[in-house]
């Protein structure tokens, strides 16, 4: 299995702020992915975070608002930018293992007022 | 593009009872991965299955996969309150994923 922590685990901001979402892996993976979820809804992929290259962005996602580092193989950061009510949602990194089993961290949710 | 239907979308059994929670692809899958949510939580990962025909369990769940890699089902045998959550499918090509809309088990003691 796969350790994977994120901070926040919850957050409740205001309309126009940003707020970074940390992730955390307890062994070197060269993707790491982000995903959302919205209240309702089903997960969907909003990037995949390689380490020393552009991240690589889902249809309807764009680096403007979600921006994404990956500083080394363990760590990646999500920012939710100039947020509305309408990002209110579950987001989830995530990383494949070993016979590809994909494992999610616990997840951080955010609510916009 | 690929889609995942869940089936049913919501569940109520009694404790004790067994249950079947479906997941059919538009597409053939490459894999498929079930996970458990609990409300507002992250992904549990259950099982993953490749093969066409493929079966796993794990304690009172298994997991079965169809010979044209198109349609899983999760069974849950003799269910307990601790089974109560989401279940999601997810599946597709690749290392990205499509996910169905998910489950909802309610069991009642």
């Known amino acids: 299995s796969a350790v994977i922590s994120q901070k926040p685990s919850r957050d409740i901001c205001q309309r126009g702020t940003s707020l970074t979402i940390q992730c955390q892996v307890d062994?070197?993976?060269?993707?790491m992915f982000w995903y959302r979820q919205q209240p309702g809804q089903s997960l969907t992929l909003i990037a995949t975070a390689n380490q020393g290259s552009e991240a690589t962005y889902e249809s309807g996602f764009v680096i403007d608002k979600f921006p994404i580092s990956r500083p080394n193989l363990t760590f990646s950061t999500l920012t939710v930018s100039n947020m509305s009510p309408e990002d209110s949602s579950i987001y989830l990194c995530?990383?494949?293992?070993?016979?590809?089993?994909?494992?999610f961290g616990p997840g951080t949710r955010l609510t916009v007022l | 593009s690929q889609e995942l239907e869940q089936s049913p979308q919501s569940l109520i059994v009694q404790e004790g009872k067994n249950l079947t929670i479906n997941c059919t692809s538009s597409k053939t899958l490459y894999g498929l991965y079930w996970y458990k949510q609990k409300y507002g939580e992250g992904l549990i990962f259950l099982m993953m299955l490749q093969k066409g025909g493929e079966e796993k369990s794990h304690e009172k769940i298994t997991a079965k996969l169809d010979e044209k890699k198109q349609q899983s089902s999760l069974h849950i045998t003799a269910s307990q309150p601790s089974h109560a959550g989401i279940y999601l499918c997810?599946?597709?090509?690749?290392?990205?994923?499509?996910f169905g809309k998910g489950t909802k088990l309610t069991v009642n003691p």
């Open positions: 997810g599946g597709g090509g690749s290392e990205k994923l499509v």
């Open positions: 062994s070197q993976v060269t993707m």
């Open positions: 995530s990383v494949f293992r070993e016979y590809n089993e994909q494992f």
